[in-house]
């Protein structure tokens, strides 16, 4: 079992960066395959990226390609999102998730393949 927990999220300016931390507590981080999700109001939670065991395979949705980029820190049991040119589409909460996995290089994207969720951290991006 792992817990997650998210931080990073503040208000910031259009064009602005932001690091997103997700600290995990447990055993076998490296067991886990890693997500990033996102959930503005009145809309559907969404895969933003995601991320292999091994850190070597991952994903991104279109919407942030070339903007945001998720790696992870095996050793310290973390996992980042570094957010680019931030814009006011991606004022979200955005969550951390977490699914054990034999699979060193697989990554998954859908909400229901993960078994673990963090709090979620408040992203706000104004014009």
């Known amino acids: 079992q792992v817990q997650l927990v998210e931080s990073g999220g503040r208000l910031v300016q259009a064009g602005g960066s932001l690091r997103l931390t997700c600290a995990a507590s447990g055993r076998a981080f490296n067991m886990y395959s890693m997500g990033w999700f996102r959930q503005a109001p009145g809309r559907e939670r969404e895969c933003v990226s995601a991320i292999s065991r091994n850190g070597g395979n991952t994903y991104y949705t279109n919407s942030v390609k070339g903007r945001f980029t998720i790696s992870r820190d095996n050793a310290k049991n973390l996992v980042f999102l570094q957010m680019n040119n931030l814009k006011p589409e991606d004022t979200a909460v955005y969550y951390c998730?977490?699914?054990?996995?034999?699979?060193?290089?697989?990554?998954?994207?859908?909400?229901?393949?993960?078994?673990?969720w963090g709090q979620g951290t408040q992203v706000t991006i104004s014009s």
């Open positions: 998730a977490a699914r054990a996995t034999a699979s060193k290089t697989n990554r998954f994207l859908q909400r229901r393949d993960y078994n673990y």
